[in-house]
């Protein structure tokens, strides 16, 4: 017989200690905001911003203000150093300005003024990535259009799919693509396109009373903002890695949510005289022990991932580990509070009752 | 579905996956090459070592070209039909200017443009002084365009040949949009020295030296132009002087058939040229008429050599020296080799990686899917008792699964990817804890074991596969708009969600029911 550190009869009410949480939210992203918009900013990397990396390893430990020192030359403008990994032996130098950089001529130039200030320590260029402004335009926008369609597919199928209004989805669709065609016909950049949608998106859920979908992408929208803020605060820098841990948070997010929704449908139909409090959190207790263990063993892994994952993944692994934290608590406190917040109980017996042919437990799904 | 049914296609998956995901595994692979698939996981390049660059192709500049040869050549067909045009020349890269000076010819001249260049657009002329017409033309939209694809084509395919011709085991060349040609090079060392033979436009030509020209002078005669020219002489610095040469080249690097390093009898390094049958003729020609005089070698636009011509050269035969460095030489001769780049090329992105870095790379992320994948197992193990093991094979079964997947669609294995396992590795277990904790609820409102695994697998089935849909949803995006490893993120994590909903609801389904119908009072351990 196994073990089971979580009762399976808790009864916390998580709806009681809402407040708490409201706050705790509002103070992360007001410290996000803070510090993205006066504080650190948000570091872009140079996959977006365009810039220069290069990755050095020497064969003895140097000092970092040595190492500072033997570069400042005429041919590396606006270098800046720093520390890579544990001994003193790796480092990545950056420079911003890549309007001018070429490859071959910054390889040269780091390889002679480090061969010329420490002649007795051969340093080996490890990695060198050179973007240019262009490209790095055009990944800033691959990345804003993979978070537009992330958000618009989500919500289209969580309305489809959770309150069997297709139809509603569609529109909201439909919604979505007029609105940014003709926001984006005013030659507005891509990241407004995105946080135009987003409010088409939010707007059309409230309007049409897709609540499930709302309380969905609101906590997708809570998940990335806090994360992002802390990103900001960290001074993480947000390159492609980073972009795919905040879409993979995005998906582990509403997995989260969706795992409770379900529960709350299924008592929405077996117990509909309890209140919608009641309900959320009766789901929530039903589900804490899956949600521990999954976030559990989740976090375990990407906690390996960084630590012992090297380098290059560690701002990955924290992002990821960010969002799994937030994620699981967004799922009960930001979702379910949503629709807590928009309809009472009726509005959701109705629309379970109506559908409930649909649906029932064993029905449906891969069986 | 019958018990039999589920565990031949559960049996069917397994062996399929061992066949597709052994060739893979180091060593053993290699071994079983003969009876095995030959599809193997691929390693990205952030992983293996190598050179990624975005090559963004100046096809504005093909045009320009273009026009300006169009103009050579309406000068040319309007002069055999005694027609004089004066001064093509391109404007702004987009427009081509040039002078009737009789009017009187302009119905003759515009049957002409009709009849021989329909890719012109010919405004209205304007008159100058003296009943001189001035025009201004530009490409239809169409041949712009043609001349854009033709010219993206063509370098793609002049980089493929230098690309060969340089050795490089396994590149991967493709256009991508915007004019912008992606190069992968795996495992080079020299990353300046490919940078250098793929970017070189390698536009060759030989131009007559006009001595009587001082190449200073801010105003040459015309006809004349100043081109640098580069002196390096062995332990000393580059520098640059000023030569001036006849403007229209007497050959080009399109008549060359053949080109080849070689040593001379100081052991200095030079190149030697072929010429194809017409190059060969005009350099016959050129040097017989022009003995005594000196012959520029321009390289870009950079003049390498001028040698004297002291005889007429037949058999077709010339070198460039230049004080070349023996891997110098031997590029030049690929790139001479493999044709010139129709328009210049830039290089939009580099990214390199070096080998050492790579297999730190290979071995830090293979130790934390270890950590993390022992944690993961060791843990639900622990929780679930018996059931738990069953996860775990579960968990293994859906590795093997998705290096099969990765194996069998020659997929490319990134760092990103390696964390993509990692991550499935926590998240692949969702779909069990949420079977086995609803089973746990179904035997506490008191069912037999078997009610209890049937309606814990129903009904944790549609959460599961919703929940997972979202984040299928968000790989394909990501396999949709990411770049290199990004992808190899998406694929893992996408084939991990995949194959963790098949063991998980599918697999184990088999392997609980029959447990639970034979486990006798004690119930099953879970």
């Given at each position: 017989?196994?073990?089971?550190f ?7 009410d ?7 949480a409201y ?38 430990p140097?000092?970092?203000?040595a ?43 780091v ?10 320590n ?25 978070l537009f ?42 990241g ?9 998106t ?7 009373r ?36 905040l ?6 997010s509403l997995n ?25 959190n ?9 949600t521990?263990l ?53 509005f ?7 559908k409930g ?11 | 579905m ?16 061992l ?17 095995l ?32 040869l169009?103009?050579q050549?309406?000068?040319r ?14 404007v ?14 302009e ?9 021989q ?23 239809t ?59 070189q ?68 390094s ?20 022009n ?41 030049l001769a ?39 994948a ?19 094979v ?50 506490r ?23 997972n ?18 992808r ?9 969600i995949?194959?963790?909903?098949f ?18 009072p ?5």
């Amino acid at each position: 017989m196994g073990f089971a550190f979580i009762r399976h009869d808790t009864k916390f009410d998580f709806i009681g200690l809402r407040h708490w949480a409201y706050g705790i939210s509002a103070l992360l992203i007001l410290v996000g905001i803070i510090s993205t918009m006066w504080g650190n900013g948000l570091k872009m990397g140079i996959d977006f911003a365009g810039g220069v990396i290069v990755q050095i390893q020497f064969q003895q430990p140097v000092k970092d203000e040595a190492l500072k020192k033997s570069l400042e030359v005429p041919a590396l403008p606006g270098i800046t150093t720093q520390k890579f990994g544990d001994g003193d032996r790796d480092y990545l130098l950056r420079f911003s300005n890549s309007e001018n950089s070429d490859a071959t001529q910054v390889r040269t130039a780091v390889v002679d003024s480090l061969a010329a200030a420490f002649p007795d320590n051969k340093a080996e260029i490890q990695r060198l990535e050179v973007v240019g402004p262009k490209v790095g335009a055009d990944l800033t926008n691959k990345a804003l259009s993979a978070l537009f369609y992330a958000v618009l597919l989500i919500a289209v199928y969580i309305s489809g799919r959770f309150e069997q209004r297709w139809m509603a989805g569609a529109a909201m669709a439909a919604a979505l693509w007029g609105g940014t065609y003709l926001v984006g016909l005013t030659g507005l950049g891509m990241g407004w396109l995105v946080l135009i949608s987003l409010a088409i998106t939010l707007v059309v859920c409230f309007v049409l009373r897709l609540n499930f979908a709302l309380g969905a992408v609101v906590g997708l929208l809570h998940d990335v903002g806090i994360t992002l803020g802390l990103l900001s605060l960290m001074k993480v820098e947000v390159d492609l890695n980073v972009m795919a841990a905040l879409l993979t948070l995005v998906g582990y997010s509403l997995n989260d949510t969706i795992i409770v929704y379900d529960r709350l449908r299924e008592n929405l139909r077996a117990t509909p005289e309890l209140s919608m409090a009641e309900l959320i959190n009766r789901s929530v207790n039903q589900t804490l022990s899956r949600t521990i263990l999954t976030s559990g063993t989740t976090f375990l892994a990407t906690l390996s991932l960084f630590l012992v994952g090297g380098g290059v993944i560690h701002d990955f692994a924290l992002t990821v580990l960010i969002g799994v934290v937030v994620g699981t608590l967004s799922s009960i406190y930001v979702s379910s509070a949503v629709l807590l917040a928009l309809g009472d109980t009726d509005f959701y017996v109705a629309l379970v009752q109506q559908k409930g042919k649909y649906e029932r437990p064993g029905e449906h799904g891969v069986v | 579905m019958g018990l039999l049914w589920r565990l031949s296609i559960a049996i069917m998956v397994f062996v399929l996956s061992l066949v597709y995901a052994l060739p893979s595994v180091p060593y053993l692979g290699t071994a079983l090459e003969r009876v095995l698939p030959s599809s193997k996981i691929n390693l990205g390049l952030d992983l293996k070592g190598g050179i990624h660059l975005t090559l963004g192709v100046d096809v504005a500049k093909a045009v320009s070209n273009s026009l300006a040869l169009t103009g050579q050549d309406l000068r040319r067909v309007a002069e055999d039909e005694k027609i004089v045009v004066l001064r093509p020349r391109v404007v702004g890269g987009t427009a081509l200017e040039f002078v009737l000076p009789r009017a009187e010819n302009e119905p003759k001249f515009r049957e002409l443009l009709a009849r021989q260049f329909p890719q012109l657009n010919v405004g209205e002329p304007q008159a100058g002084e003296a009943g001189q017409l001035r025009y201004v033309a530009h490409f239809t939209a169409a041949e712009v365009k043609r001349i854009e694809d033709l010219s993206l084509d063509q370098a793609l395919r002049t980089i493929r040949n230098r690309i060969d011709q340089f050795g490089v085991a396994e590149p991967d060349i493709r256009k991508q949009a915007g004019n912008r040609i992606q190069v992968q090079l795996p495992g080079i060392s020299d990353p300046r020295r490919a940078v250098q033979v793929i970017g070189q436009t390698a536009h060759l030509e030989f131009h007559l030296v006009r001595e009587d020209v001082d190449p200073g002078k801010a105003v040459l005669p015309p006809g004349v132009i100043a081109l640098p020219m580069l002196e390096k002489n062995p332990g000393q610095q580059q520098k640059e002087t000023l030569i001036a040469v006849e403007k229209d080249a007497m050959l080009t690097g399109e008549d060359v058939s053949d080109a080849r390093p070689a040593f001379d009898n100081m052991n200095q390094s030079y190149v030697t040229l072929n010429f194809n049958a017409r190059g060969a003729r005009i350099f016959e020609r050129v040097t017989g008429e022009n003995v005594g005089r000196r012959m520029a070698i321009v390289l870009d636009g950079k003049v390498y050599s001028a040698p004297s011509i002291r005889e007429r050269i037949g058999g077709g035969r010339a070198s460039i020296s230049g004080s070349f460095t023996t891997a110098e030489s031997q590029d030049l001769a690929i790139v001479l080799r493999a044709g010139s780049l129709p328009a210049p090329v830039s290089v939009l992105e580099e990214r390199t990686v070096g080998p050492s870095l790579g297999q730190e790379a290979i071995d830090s992320g293979i130790r934390a899917a270890m950590v993390g994948a022992v944690g993961v197992v060791l843990f639900i193990g622990v929780y679930y008792g018996l059931s738990g093991l069953i996860a775990d094979v579960m968990l293994c079964f859906t590795m093997l699964i998705v290096m099969a997947g990765m194996g069998a669609f020659g997929a490319t294995l990134t760092l990103p990817g390696i964390a993509g396992i990692v991550l499935t590795i926590g998240m692949a277990v969702d779909a069990n804890v949420l079977i086995y904790e609803r089973i746990r609820e179904e035997i506490r409102l008191g069912l037999t074991p078997l009610a209890a695994v049937r309606a814990g697998f129903d009904r944790a089935a549609i959460s599961i596969t919703d929940s997972n849909l979202t984040s299928i949803i968000v790989t394909v995006i990501l396999y949709q708009f990411g770049t290199g490893p990004i992808r190899g993120f998406a694929v893992t994590l996408g084939l991990g969600i995949v194959a963790s909903m098949f063991t998980a609801i599918f697999v184990s389904r088999a392997i609980f029911e029959e447990w639970a119908r034979h486990c006798g009072p004690k119930g099953i351990s879970i």
